[in-house]
């Protein structure tokens, strides 16, 4: 089972709603490359409310992948799309199904 996951809300910047939500949807082949990275999803949660929640392992995969190509395009991209930082949580799985 994976214990290790990360939780990141993203708030989109008025009018940049889409390119925020064609950009997550870009990312999945990134994901999908990443062998640490057990599970990856993006989400809208509203409007222009969007996120990311992804499962690990280990909590070295889950370093890797904060330190990966994923992380990296969206901290580039950033300034461009989101209104506020990204915030990052580091969050531990308890039981899952």
Same mark, same amino acid.
């Given at each position: 089972?994976? *214990?290790?996951? @990360?939780?990141? &809300?993203?708030?989109?910047?008025?009018?940049?709603?889409?390119?925020?939500s064609d950009?997550?949807k870009s $990312? @999945?082949? @990134? $994901?999908?490359? #990443?062998?640490?990275?057990?599970?990856?999803?993006? @989400?809208?949660?509203?409007? +222009?409310?969007?996120?990311?929640?992804?499962?690990? #392992?280990?909590?070295?995969? &889950? %370093?890797?992948?904060?330190?990966?190509?994923? $992380?990296? $395009?969206?901290?580039? *991209?950033?300034? #461009?799309?989101? +209104?506020?930082?990204?915030?990052?949580? *580091?969050? %531990?799985?308890?039981?899952? *199904?």
């Amino acid at each position: 089972m994976a *214990k290790f996951s @990360l939780l990141v &809300r993203l708030e989109a910047k008025p009018g940049k709603e889409q390119e925020l939500s064609d950009f997550l949807k870009s $990312a @999945l082949p @990134l $994901a999908q490359q #990443e062998t640490g990275t057990v599970n990856w999803y993006a @989400l809208q949660i509203g409007a +222009s409310t969007f996120g990311i929640f992804d499962t690990f #392992e280990t909590e070295a995969a &889950r %370093d890797a992948h904060l330190n990966g190509p994923i $992380a990296a $395009a969206l901290m580039a *991209k950033a300034p #461009e799309l989101l +209104s506020v930082s990204p915030a990052i949580e *580091k969050v %531990d799985i308890l039981a899952a *199904k």
